[in-house]
């Protein structure tokens, strides 16, 4: 929803000179899922480790459920996903003389 308000002016310009509101949703949605997939990656890489240190210290402790991980991956795509979906609709559907004035 923060990139979306500050990228409006962009947002207004591309609807001015012809981009239709699939493709600014489209824009919006990749933005949103690129953030949640890097950071669904990163939490991958610190389960991974943070689980070989727990089984270090506990030896009894299962190191890492790949099945838990990727439940949780897609968990967080799909969250993600319906919350970038409210601010696309909204950037697809602005008046761009409306934004281009107000700016």
């Given amino acids: ?3 979306v308000s500050s990228r409006m002016r962009d947002i207004g310009v591309r609807l001015a000179l012809g981009a239709d509101t699939q493709r600014v949703m489209r824009l ?3 933005q949103a899922l ?9 939490g991958f890489a610190a389960s991974f480790v943070i689980g ?14 790949g099945r838990l991980i990727a ?9 993600s996903a319906a919350a970038a979906f409210v601010p696309a609709r909204r950037a697809s559907s602005v008046d761009p003389i409306v934004v281009l004035r107000n700016e």
């Fill in 28 to 30: 919006v949605m990749t």
């Fill in 71 to 79: 439940a949780a991956g897609v968990i967080i795509l799909a969250v």
């Fill in 34 to 42: 690129r953030l949640a997939a890097l950071g669904a990656a990163l």
């Fill in 1 to 3: 929803s923060y990139s």
């Fill in 52 to 65: 070989r240190l727990t089984q270090s210290l506990l030896p009894d402790a299962p190191a890492w459920d």
